[in-house]
C-alpha cells in the first residue's frame, strides 16, 4: 500500500470513529423494577446461597498488597455463579486498582457484594486506564451493601486535577469515579460510606431503576470536582437517607435524568444540589421528572440550582419541583444560572426551562441576594413557581433578582418577589 492510499485509510478510519462517536443518544429502558413494594433494609441469605470471600481468593486484609486479580476472581466465581453467591469483603483494608465488575451475571436473584472491611483505590493515576475506579457495568440486578468503606484515597491526585465543569472544552479529563454505575439495571447501593475519593462518590450513567440509600459519602469541602452523587442518562433513580459532605455538588443531575426521586438527604459542606450543567454538549437529551424534597443544606455554596451553558447546545429541562428544604448559611440558595461560567456580555443560553416549582424553602443565607433567577433572552423561562419562601440574611433584607423570567408567586416570599 502506498502513502496516498495509507493516508485515505486514515482519513477514512477518522470519520468512522467520529461518526460512532458522534451516534444520538438514547434513554435506557426501564423494564420491571424488581425492587418495587419490598423491604430494602433487609438482607436476608438466601436458602444455599453462597459467600464467596475474597481472602479465599488470595486477598489480604492488610493494605498493602494488591488484591485486584483476587478481586476479579472472586467476581466472576459470583456473578457466574448458577447458584445465589454474593462477593464478600471481610473486616481489614483491601487495596485495589481499577477494576471491571462486568456482566451479565447467571444468578437467580440480583448478585450481592458486601463490603464488611475498607476497600482503599491505589494512589497511581497511570493505572486508572479506564479514567474509573470500580466499574460496574451490564448487570440486571445488583446489590453493593455491607456498613463498609471506599476509599478513594484522593487527597494527592486533587493538587492536578482540572475541573471539567467548568471547563468549556469537551475533552476535559477528570479525575477517577470511586463506584462508576453503567448499564446497570435494578441496582442498589446502600449503607455503605464514600471517602476521599480522587473524583466523584458515585457516578450513575446510562441505568435504570436505581436506588442510593443510607450513604455516608464525606470528602474535605477543599476537595475539586468531588461530586456526592452524579447521574446522567438515567431514569429511575431513587436517592434518600444520606449524608453528603463534599467538596463539590451533593448530587449533580446532568442531561438525560429522568424521574429522579432524592428525599430526605442532608448536605454540606459542598455546592448543593444542581440541574446542570446543561446545554454543554450537542444532542443532549431532556431532564424531566424530578423531585427533590425534605434536604437541608448547611453551608453550602449554593442551595437549589439549574445552570445551562450560554449560547452553546440546545435542551431542555421541565417538570422539576424542589420542595420542603430547610438552609442555614447557604450563599446562594435558590438559582437559576443561564449563564453559566460567562463573565460578561453573554449571549442567550440554548437550554428551554419550563414547569419548575420552588416550594416551601427557608432558612439562612449570607448573601443579600437569596433568589437568583437569570434566564436565557433566546428561550426565556416559563412557568416558574415560587411558594412559601423564608429566607433571612441575620437581620438584614435580602433581594431577588430576576432577567427574561416572569415567576409566578404564591403565599409567604422573603425576599420580596421581583417586580
Known sequence: MDMTERVSVLILYVALVYHV????KVMPVAGPDIYKNKNLDQDKLVPGEKINNVISFGAKANGKFDCTQAFMDAWRATCHSKVQARLLVPEGTFV??????????STPEPVTIQVVGTIAATTDLSEYENNEWL???DVDGIKIIGGGTFDGVGKNSWKTATNCKEDPDATCVRNPSSIYFHRIKNGIIQNVKSTNPKGFHIFVTNCANIRLRRLNLTAPEESPNTDGIHISQSIDVEVAKNTIETGDDCIAMLHGSHQVSINNVNCGPGHGISIGSLGKYEEELE????????????GTENGVRIKTWPNR?????????????????VKNPIV???????????????????DVVFSNIKGT????????????DKFPCESIKLENIGLSLKSKPTGSRCANIKPIYKGLQNPPGCL
Do not use: H, W
Not at 287 to 298: A, F, L
Open 21 to 24: 462517536g458522534a451516534a444520538k
Open 96 to 105: 485495589l486498582s481499577s477494576m471491571f465488575f462486568a456482566g451479565p451475571c
Open 135 to 137: 466499574l460496574f457495568e
Open 287 to 298: 431532564v424531566k421528572d424530578i423531585r427533590v424534597n425534605n434536604v437541608s443544606m448547611v
Open 313 to 329: 447546545y440546545a435542551g431542555n429541562a421541565s417538570n422539576i419541583t424542589f420542595s420542603d428544604i430547610t438552609m442555614q448559611n
Open 336 to 354: 437559576i444560572d443561564q449563564e453559566y461560567q460567562c463573565s460578561s456580555k453573554c449571549k442567550g443560553s440554548l437550554v428551554k426551562l419550563k
Open 365 to 376: 443565607t449570607t448573601s443579600p441576594i437569596a433568589v437568583d433567577l437569570r434566564c436565557s
